[in-house]
């Protein structure tokens, strides 16, 4: 067996975010809006988790694509910087850096402008075996915006993860893409799928995020985790139906928060946590995400989370 190096590596997607502070309006044609500020942040759902899990405390390693561009240095910068392994990030020489921009509109949910660029490069085959096998978890983020990284790739590489003894972690995005056909492959090798219900019922075609979970479970997931926003989230396994509570914090960008509460279950789930505890984790760190601009910005560091989890009881029941 590998020597384990990092305790989850995460792979997909590897953004360069352009986030404005809340506008007033949309600007009509040919007009303009001024913003306080417009921040360039590290974005997209591989290094997004791989950021958080840095800053709880655990060795995160990303894998995907960049440009061979200022913002591709840039980004691998940013995650070296918040002490994220990148030797597994390649450097394309056909495609720009992925960028979004993210135009946040006052009382309005966020607004994207998106390039793929170099992830839709990315086929996952890149990975050697030996980088899975190195971990405790291997996270696939991002599944079902690029069609390169295919049900079948990720099948593969999940089913070489689980013989190693490596939990595997599918997160999703409803595009363009056949999702349904992509995740038909890989859901069962799966151990935790953790889509939210808006994603789940546009692939499922059901609105009950209990009945959105048993549907991804008889397709082969182990777990599911369904999140629910303010509503909270849903987790369906072989010994439980639970449904948690969400924190009243004040939403400032709620981009990112779907990605902090990953980080937070898997915090939980590699301190040898049980299910309830992972939805609290999960929901705290999901919390402190959204109170800032950035995807990353804002997200509690270890004793900042496990304080905030102490002070803040959740309610975590049957589902």
């Keep these: 067996m590998a020597e384990t190096r990092y305790d989850v590596l995460c ?5 360069a975010d352009h ?22 942040t590290i974005g997209g759902c591989g290094s997004n988790v791989a950021v958080d899990l840095s800053r709880l405390g ?9 440009g061979n561009d200022a913002l591709g240095r840039h980004v691998c910068q940013v995650l070296r910087d918040e002490g994220v392994a990148s030797e597994h990030v390649i450097y394309s020489d056909t495609a720009q850096t992925s ?19 170099a992830n839709a490069e990315f086929t996952g085959q890149e990975i050697p075996p030996e980088a ?28 070489a993860a689980r013989a190693a003894g490596v939990l595997t972690v599918l997160d999703v995005v409803v595009g363009e893409e056949d999702v349904p056909g992509m995740l038909a492959p890989v859901l069962p090798h799966t151990d935790l799928f953790l889509p939210n219900t808006d994603e789940a019922r546009l692939i499922t075609g059901l609105a009950d995020p209990v009945e959105q979970a048993e549907k991804f479970r008889s397709l082969g997931a182990r777990c599911v985790v369904i999140t629910c926003g303010q509503d909270g989230a ?14 009243a914090v004040n939403q400032v960008d709620p981009t990112g928060g779907g990605d902090a509460f990953v980080a937070g279950f898997l915090y939980g789930r590699l301190n040898g946590k049980g299910a309830e505890d992972c939805l609290r984790y999960g929901a705290a760190l999901g919390a402190s995400c959204v109170q800032s601009r950035g995807a990353t910005t804002g997200v509690f560091r ?8 102490a002070d803040h009881p959740l309610s975590v029941g049957p589902a």
């Design 11 to 15: 792979a997909g997607l590897i953004v």
């Design 19 to 40: 986030v404005c502070a809340p506008i007033e309006k949309i600007p009509p044609a040919g007009q303009l809006e001024m913003t306080d500020r417009i921040d360039l």
């Design 58 to 66: 655990l060795r995160a390693c990303v894998a995907g694509r960049v």
């Design 99 to 117: 960028t979004t921009m993210v135009v946040n509109v006052k009382g309005e949910d966020r607004r994207f402008i998106h390039a793929a660029g």
């Design 132 to 159: 899975i096998q190195a971990a405790r978890v291997f996270y696939v983020g991002g599944f079902g915006l690029n069609a390169a990284l295919s049900g079948e790739n990720a099948a593969v590489q999940f089913e």
């Design 234 to 247: 849903v987790l369906v396994n072989d010994e439980a139906s639970l449904r948690a509570n969400a924190h």
């Design 302 to 309: 270890r004793d900042e989370l496990e304080a905030f989890v």
